[in-house]
């Protein structure tokens, strides 16, 4: 049985997967003559990786709008980015595939010529437009990929990309066929009526995250206090302005900070209160330019707004007997879950966490975690610090029959953990992880 958190990953694949199928009940004509039917694979692969290359992109445009009715498929927001970027980069490969393939059919008798049809300059726009719009997918995503860009260039970078889907649309919709090479979608109404649709939805997703989502009012919040916690780590207070928002203890904001100084960057903190609570507590470490600079500027009164919240990262999905894992700031759902449980004053869960840190000063909630363990005796935590510890295995933890893997912190932590539990038996289905590093 496919899990719901699993369906959202399958259909957005098999989106991309559609044109393959369209394109051969179509059935497009053979070329005739000896050159065309050397050429005639080259087409075949060609146009076939443009459609599904457009198709992929679209779907990942929709992914990255953040539709909160899509995340129950996802198992959250951080698996519909996780698959947002593999089908984004599927779709890369695809979209530079289609130009090459086509160029291939000049080879080896016209090397020129299969240069030349990388470049613009080809007399008809319609072409022109689509080399511009790879040769734009190609620098954006390049620098997406292998630059260390601050994190405000990277998501205008993302942006950017909006402009290539909306070429490569153009280029599909108006690109019209020569002789020994016919355009399919132009051809069949079947064909052409999925690429319009699945290019409208990807459209209306970028217009969407773009320009749509930055303007829709959202909740207001003021900064009531900040308390720092240790050099790199503040808590910071927020109550709001109107209605205070819903959420479910582990979920997290998207926050705006106006203050001077402070750039208009939205950033996801974990919300570290009890649910129902009408103020807000969130966690900041100063990992990078911008969250350094909060650390250090922000004060009482400055104002925020939220968009949120987001996330399926709820212990309640899972059984009896559980594993808590934090690395570093990752510790931020779990303090909202044990503060939730201590406002209760039980748990029926028998939980073993372990708080991972690089050494003991980084362990800010330590006195806290150590409390609340002892209001609710079934929540035994202990404190694992890599320079005294080394790292956690999943062979230091005990009988892992039945229980259910909680994960949040580093990708590499995360991911070596899961490849380790698997090793030990724990099935997928009971390893439950959220990657705060959307990037």
Request: hydrophobic letters at 45%; one cysteine or more.
């Amino acid at each position: 049985m496919i899990r719901p958190r699993r369906l959202g990953e399958i259909i957005a694949w098999g989106l991309g997967l559609v044109p393959v199928v369209l394109w051969f009940v179509a059935g497009p004509e053979v070329p005739v003559g000896r050159r065309g039917v050397e050429a005639w694979p080259f087409l075949v692969i060609g146009q076939v990786a443009g459609l599904v290359g457009m198709a992929l992109l679209s779907v990942s445009f929709v992914l990255s709008a953040r539709l909160r009715g899509l995340e129950d498929y996802f198992g959250g927001l951080d698996g519909m980015y996780r698959t947002h970027h593999r089908v984004g980069l599927a779709a890369f490969g695809f979209l530079l595939l289609h130009p090459v393939a086509l160029a291939l059919r000049f080879v080896p008798a016209d090397w020129g010529r299969a240069v030349a049809f990388l470049l613009p300059g080809h007399a008809r726009w319609a072409v022109d437009l689509g080399v511009y719009a790879l040769w734009g997918m190609i620098l954006l995503l390049g620098v997406t990929l292998t630059a260390r860009v601050p994190y405000d260039k990277w998501k205008l970078s993302h942006k950017g990309l909006g402009l290539v889907l909306l070429g490569g649309a153009v280029h599909m919709w108006f690109v019209e066929g020569t002789r020994g090479m016919r355009v399919a979608v132009a051809e069949h109404a079947a064909l052409w009526g999925y690429m319009t649709a699945i290019v409208g939805l990807g459209l209306a997703g970028a217009v969407y995250k773009i320009v749509v989502l930055p303007l829709w009012p959202k909740p207001r919040y003021t900064v009531a206090g900040v308390e720092r916690l240790n050099d790199d780590v503040v808590e910071v207070t927020l109550t709001p302005q109107g209605e205070p928002i819903d959420f479910v203890p582990g979920q997290f904001v998207f926050v705006t900070f106006y203050g001077a100084g402070l750039t208009r960057e939205s950033h996801p903190y974990t919300l570290c209160g009890p649910a129902d609570a009408e103020t807000l507590t969130i966690t900041v470490k100063a990992l990078g330019d911008y969250t350094r600079r909060l650390c250090e500027r922000l004060e009482a009164g400055i104002e925020a707004s939220l968009e949120g919240p987001y996330g399926r990262f709820d212990y309640r999905d899972g059984g009896d007997r559980q594993i808590w894992i934090a690395g570093g700031v990752g510790v931020a759902p779990f303090l909202s879950w044990t503060r939730n449980m201590a406002r209760d004053g039980t748990t029926t869960r028998d939980v073993d966490f372990y708080y991972c840190v690089h050494d003991r000063s980084d362990a800010v909630y330590r006195e806290e975690f150590g409390a609340i363990s002892q209001q609710l005796p079934n929540v035994h935590v202990a404190l694992v610090c890599s320079v005294e510890d080394g790292h956690l295995h999943a062979d230091d933890i005990g009988d892992v029959t039945d229980a259910d893997v909680f994960m949040c912190g580093p990708k590499r932590l995360t991911t070596d953990l899961r490849r380790q539990f698997r090793r030990r038996g724990v099935p997928d289905r009971r390893i439950h992880y959220e990657d705060f590093e959307f990037r």
